[in-house]
């Protein structure tokens, strides 16, 4: 670990820059840690490409994030290379460095919190046909039901989400609310309508709703609006976080502390390192500051 032993190096790996959340997660729980943040800007979307160039791409960054940063922890913050290429990454880094994906965690919350043992997942389409969390879900016992909602990211990187923070309640409609944010609160009623007429169609009874990207936690007060009453929102970033803060008590023999100061910071893009910049803020909840273009090759 940088520093002294109680000092451990975190990285956080994203095809683009909705890991952000994951990070802000991280920052939260386990702030007294020093992170390095990459986005493979230059090849998104994993969704349209082969599981072996996924995993080839993902193993890249990862490595980056090892021999450059040195990281003593790895974070998939992308649900796409967590369901396609976890065993890739850590075949090719180091034994001695803990990998944790975003999906594994997500499912075990959802165990814990669901009541009838029924569970819902939203996500990309790419995701959502890989089955990673019905796959997931059904080792903790749960059924599952998947939907692909593929307006929702861009409708998050348009900007098309409530104003407030991530942990705030969205303010009632009024006259002069955004336009754009009941767009969105629409496009989100039709796909959580939609999932639950399917629920019902095979005889489910869920109560638990899984936001299966790290898009999704910008949209967590509208979704709490549109849901029944009771519904418990499973956010994977959180999960993630939380199963990080596991390894940390596990390798330092304590909880993590608070930090004096900010956390030391540093991002990476492989490509559209202004969008990342302008964009970045929207995700973490902070300004991301410089982020350094760097070229992982072909």
């Known amino acids: 670990m940088t520093e002294s032993s109680s000092v451990p190096t975190i990285g956080v790996f994203d095809s683009g820059f909705g890991g952000l959340t994951v990070l802000r997660a991280l920052i939260a729980l386990a702030p007294q840690a020093h992170y390095s943040f990459i986005g493979d800007t230059a090849r998104l979307p994993y969704g349209s490409k082969s599981r072996r160039t996924i995993a080839r791409y993902a193993a890249q960054s990862a490595?980056?994030?090892?021999?450059?940063?040195?990281?003593d922890y790895l974070v998939i913050a992308c649900n796409t290379?967590?369901?396609?290429a976890l065993e890739d990454i850590r075949a090719a880094v180091p034994s001695s460095v803990s990998v944790i994906g975003v999906i594994e965690p997500g499912a075990q919350a959802a165990r814990r919190a669901s009541k009838t043992g029924d569970v819902l997942v939203i996500a990309t389409d790419a995701t959502v046909h890989s089955h990673a969390y019905a796959a997931a879900c059904r080792t903790q016992g749960l059924r599952t039901l998947e939907k692909a909602c593929p307006l929702l990211?861009?409708?998050?990187?348009?900007?098309?989400?409530?104003?407030?923070?991530?942990?705030?309640?969205?303010?009632?409609?009024?006259?002069?609310a955004p336009p754009q944010l009941a767009v969105t609160a629409e496009v989100v009623r039709i796909y959580l309508e939609e999932l639950s007429t399917e629920a019902a169609a095979e005889g489910l009874n869920p109560d638990t709703?899984?936001?299966?990207?790290?898009?999704?936690?910008?949209?967590k007060p509208i979704i709490e609006r549109v849901l029944p009453a009771g519904t418990k929102i499973i956010d994977s970033a959180?999960?993630?976080?939380?199963?990080l803060v596991m390894y940390l008590c596990r390798d330092l023999g304590a909880p993590p502390k608070p930090a004096p100061t900010d956390p030391i910071l540093r991002f990476f893009a492989t490509d559209s390192v202004e969008k990342f910049e302008r964009l970045g803020s929207r995700f973490l909840g902070r300004p991301v500051g410089n982020v350094q273009l760097v070229d992982l090759g072909g």
């Open 209 to 219: 709703l899984v936001l299966g990207c790290t898009h999704y936690p910008l949209l």
């Open 153 to 176: 990211v861009p409708l998050v990187e348009e900007g098309w989400v409530t104003p407030s923070t991530l942990n705030e309640p969205l303010a009632p409609q009024t006259a002069s």
């Open 81 to 84: 290379a967590s369901a396609l």
């Open 63 to 71: 490595r980056f994030l090892v021999e450059e940063e040195g990281a």
């Open 238 to 243: 959180q999960s993630t976080a939380s199963e």
